[in-house]
């Protein structure tokens, strides 16, 4: 084999293998993203301080990733994962904050 078609040949895996990285979230991506983020708005749900917005952007993204728009669904599954995250966070400093504003 000469080493232009070596070089080709190599290039050509290269672009193959580096295509499928570059290609998008898929299906399983999504699935993921969606099961993260609705594990994080449960737990938010449990500490009695889920935010408002999460529980649609769940839905959003279930919506997108039914079109076939992974990379939006990974996006908003994403967001709310952060916001449920974020709520959890707020009702742990919450249930020491308080002690702080109670007058003595």
């Known amino acids: 084999m000469n ?3 070596q070089a080709s040949v ?3 895996v290269l672009l193959l293998a580096t295509g499928t990285a570059l290609a998008g979230a898929g ?3 999504a699935d ?3 099961a993260a983020a609705e594990a ?3 737990a938010a749900a449990e500490a009695k301080f889920e935010w408002n917005t999460t529980a649609p952007l ?3 993204a279930k919506a997108a990733a039914a079109a076939g728009d992974f990379d939006k669904a990974v996006d908003l599954a994403t967001k709310a994962k952060f916001q449920g ?3 959890v966070a707020q009702a742990k400093h919450e ?3 308080w002690k702080g504003a109670v007058i003595r």
């Open 85 to 87: 995250d974020a709520a």
């Open 58 to 60: 769940i839905e959003e």
């Open 95 to 97: 249930a020491e904050a």
């Open 32 to 34: 993921a993203a969606i």
């Open 10 to 12: 190599s290039v050509a």
């Open 27 to 29: 299906t399983a991506d």
């Open 40 to 42: 994080a708005r449960k």
């Open 3 to 5: 080493i232009r078609k």
